[in-house]
């Protein structure tokens, strides 16, 4: 696949996406105003998508199954569940960012108050989309999926990531098992719920949901240790946020525990694990291939 073709695939899904998102928000006319702009504000910025695009891309390895609805709900709550995991990741309790994607974060644009709700709200609908409508779709499948990216969100992923990720802060050595244990929950959980719960929508044997497991947890490595490196190489303007921010806060980075070779080295190594997982899909794994050359392309 060229990275034409990759581009061309990545739009469409990114519209599909957007639109089902812009649908959300227009759903909810009884919100309060200043909140339903600070949600949308959240949502509906700028971003590449990646988590929504790899629930849809792994759904569609299993075209004879019917788990179209499922994959593409799936893909709208992961992709509001990150959007809340920002805004709180960006406030000054935390982070402390006032730029996310090239624009002022939430509490910058609105304020710190409306910030924490427009995420807790972003969490809380997250569920309402997964519940789907009424006696709609495989309803065993689909409380499959809302328990693992409920696990995924939760206190032993994204959230006990975060708080890993807060008390390592300032440390004067940073060990590559610490910075793996926070970043498998932080960054890599979502990443790998994406690709199971697309695979389950789609109807996984347990075979091939091993093997997509593995390409989700190797992925997720490559995805983290390349934003970790344009933390301290790429400039406001690639990154969309404060360059350097990483360093400045002593945060446990991959480059502070391997330095940027050993971490370029590890983020191919990562990649190759990903591509070896997805190997017996074959040319139905292509743009999943070219997703993971994508993400090492950026850092390399």
Known sequence: MTPADLETRLASRRREVDAALRAVIARGRSWPPRLRAAMRWSLLGPGKRIRPVLVLETASLFPRARGRSLA??????????????LVHDDLPAMDDDRLRRGRPTTHVRFDEATAILAGDALLTEAFAVLGGPAGGGDAERRLRVVAEIAAAAGAEGMVGGQVLDLGSEGRARVGAALVARIHRRKTGALIRVA????????????RDLARLTTFGEALGLAFQIADDVLDETGTTAVTGKRAGGDAERGKATYPAALGLAGARAAMHRAAGEANAAIRPFGARADVLRALVERVVDRAS
Do not use: Q
């Not at 593409?72 to 995991?85: G, K, P, T």
């Not at 690709?195 to 347990?206: D, E």
């Open 72 to 85: 593409l709900d799936a893909a709208c709550a992961l992709e509001m569940i990150h959007a809340y995991s």
């Open 195 to 206: 690709v199971r719960a697309g695979a389950i929508a789609g109807g996984v044997g347990a």
